[in-house]
């Protein structure tokens, strides 16, 4: 963002303002903002230039985002009892209860299973290697949170409990620090030093040089993960002010947001929860967050306190969820080899309930991979050529082939996964949004495959034909609430080489009542409309969903005060939960396979510069005709 000045020299056109539905690339000349400070606060940022061909065509539709911001589209998430419902059913089917905290404080701890020799021998070489010591918690771990940051120093002192992270431990602490430079940070194995060290006199604070000013800060950020008192985790939030509209928590170091986020039995932090589970991959990557959850749970799992079983307990469930809702792009070797290690302490600690929990988990998700990669290595290649289609689009009714349409879309769109969307808007990389990139390819053939097919008919009847028949279609997607197929077929029949040609008065004044919904004044207050009224199931237009996650990264800081900014994490939330709302009720629909068939994976369409090839045959530049009442008003 403050290098905006440099980018708006590079010659290239991002999402211009063109018409809706206009194909192809634009020659209407662009201009950046060179400075955002200047700019006017009541328009959104522009968007950068995106290089994902897939992306970039599905978006076509709110290139012209106009005013009013898009978070005021999004202020109500979902209810509360829904996500209860869904922790609810995860403990199910994982097998959490509370059985393993209610233990009284006379009682022990279940000690380790017996191991065969040869497990013995491992495990005592294993503890050999690891355990510097035979007592728990000789020096308690310093974990601060820092933005990531690869170039940073890696170094932490050990304890017995967390002897897990003296291999895999990679979390950055600040080599400014004398303290944790030097290997002699301060111990923190109790609450009432750091509440002590909060108590220190405001002017003795001043006295102290900056560097050492510094490291007390950072010996506050270290001891945030070990907080337990509900009180002391709120005093080290920011909080909204009285009266102020949206999340109660506005902020706090990232370590904090994770301890509040574990306090998962109070049920006034619901969503609170959800949302940090949600968007944590905007300021901290799963593997470091896994690693912190691990050392939170092992500082607490030892006690026979029951209130500090229950933070145990709670942290676990957290992790448990985080490894849950991994995409599969993320499940890399690191982070299996890190969760496998987890398991492998859990066992030995006697925690068979919560190794059997967690292996289950991470075992789901590495047969989901093995899926994947199995699917995408026997799916078949679409056969090409207009030959290999049975029969014709009249063949069918239109409302059989909306609903296959509706199909088609809902297969792929219940595979995007939640956190897809928002890296692509985070980071606009199509590889690691693989469902979503396959979803927009899908759209953007069925819309080319809309044209080629109109565009390949030789008389003007046929073409009008076709065009009247896919108005019927449209109009059956959208009892369906299936927006997606609706708008590839719109867009397909308003573009530039189809529009242009000569239609009967009555169907283009059909095609522009159906070109209402999709009105990009006020920021496509229409097609929001329509879609805030309609009951699931429901396939939405996702190019809308990005446009405005994108607007929200760019048009908010990632941290404020050196604090992560959580209303900007809350406003990605309650988009994304509109897009969750619609992957949680399915459609009842039969397969068709003659008419998927005749689809053909949408494989047979013609490029755009064919597709003007054949427009300019059938009717050259130098003939001119009557204009449509919406080309007038345009």
Not at 170 to 191: L, Q
Not at 406 to 414: M, R, S
Not at 418 to 441: D, G, R
Not at 474 to 491: D, P, Q, T, V
Request: charged residues 25%; hydrophobic residues 35%; glycine residues 4%.
């Amino acid at each position: 963002m403050q290098n905006a000045g440099s980018v708006a020299s590079v010659p290239f056109t991002p999402l211009a303002a063109v018409l809706p539905f206009q194909q192809g690339n634009s020659s209407a000349p662009v201009e950046l903002m060179a400075d955002f400070s200047n700019s006017d606060p009541e328009k959104p940022p522009p968007l950068p230039e995106k290089k994902n061909k897939h992306m970039l065509a599905y978006m076509q539709f709110v290139e012209d985002y106009s005013e009013p911001q898009p978070s005021m589209f999004y202020q109500t998430p979902q209810n509360e009892h829904i996500y209860q419902q869904k922790n609810k059913h995860l403990r199910e089917v994982y097998g959490i209860n509370d059985s393993f905290i209610s233990l009284e404080p006379s009682q022990d701890l279940a000690p380790p299973p017996a191991l065969p020799p040869k497990q013995r021998q491992l495990q005592a070489s294993y503890a050999a290697s690891s355990f510097p010591s035979v007592s728990y918690c000789v020096q308690q771990t310093k974990v601060p949170f820092t933005p990531e940051d690869t170039g940073a120093t890696q170094g932490l002192t050990m304890s017995v409990s967390n002897s897990f992270l003296n291999r895999h431990s990679s979390f950055p602490v600040h080599s400014e620090s004398p303290s944790v430079k030097d290997g002699h940070s301060k111990d923190s194995g109790s609450n009432s030093s750091a509440m002590g060290k909060e108590g220190k006199d405001g002017a003795e604070r001043q006295q102290q040089s900056p560097d050492a000013l510094e490291s007390s800060q950072l010996e506050e950020e270290v001891d945030e993960l070990s907080l337990i008192d509900h009180s002391e985790i709120m005093a080290r939030l920011t909080l909204k002010q009285e009266g102020d509209d949206g999340p109660d928590v506005r902020g706090g170091s990232g370590d904090i947001l994770l301890v509040h986020a574990t306090e998962t039995d109070r049920k006034d932090l619901v969503l609170y929860c959800e949302a940090f589970l949600t968007t944590y991959r905007t300021f901290i990557t799963p593997e470091e967050l896994i690693k912190k959850l691990q050392y939170r749970y092992e500082k607490f799992c030892h006690f026979p306190d029951t209130f500090k079983k229950r933070v145990s307990k709670n942290t676990f469930f957290v992790l448990v969820r985080v490894v849950d809702e991994l995409c599969l792009v993320e499940l890399t070797e690191e982070i299996l080899k890190l969760l496998m290690d987890l398991v492998f302490r859990l066992v030995c600690n006697g925690e068979l309930s919560l190794a059997r929990v967690l292996r289950k988990n991470i075992l789901d998700k590495v047969d989901q991979k093995k899926m994947l990669r199995f699917a995408n290595s026997t799916k078949p290649l679409a056969a090409r050529g207009v030959a290999a289609r049975p029969g014709t689009l009249h063949d069918f009714h239109s409302h059989e082939i909306a609903e296959q349409l509706t199909l088609l879309d809902a297969e792929l769109f219940y595979k995007i996964e939640i956190p897809e969307v928002l890296l692509w808007a985070k980071e606009q990389n199509e590889e690691k949004s693989p469902n979503l990139t396959q979803f927009t390819e899908h759209f953007n053939n069925m819309s080319y495959w809309v044209r080629s097919i109109i565009m390949l008919q030789e008389k003007a009847q046929d073409r009008e034909r076709l065009l009247l028949k896919f108005i019927k279609i449209m109009k059956h997607l959208r009892k369906l609430n299936n927006f997606n197929s609706y708008l590839a077929i719109l867009s397909a029949l308003d573009s530039a080489p189809i529009r242009r040609l000569e239609w009967q008065k009555q169907t283009s004044e059909g095609l522009a009542e159906y070109c209402t919904l999709i009105d990009s004044s006020s920021s496509f207050r229409a097609y929001r409309a329509a879609l805030a009224d309609v009951e699931p199931p429901c396939i939405p237009y996702l190019g809308l969903i990005l446009q405005d996650l994108t607007f929200v990264h760019l048009g908010n800081p990632d941290y404020i005060d050196s604090k992560v900014n959580f209303s900007k994490r809350w406003q990605q939330f309650n988009i994304l939960d509109s897009m969750r709302c619609f992957q949680q009720v399915h459609y009842d629909i039969k397969r068709n396979d003659d008419i998927v068939s005749f689809f053909n994976d949408f494989s047979d369409h013609l490029a755009e510069e064919a597709l003007w090839e054949l427009s300019l045959k059938i009717k050259p530049r130098n003939i001119t005709r009557r204009k449509t009442d919406r080309e007038e008003k345009t």
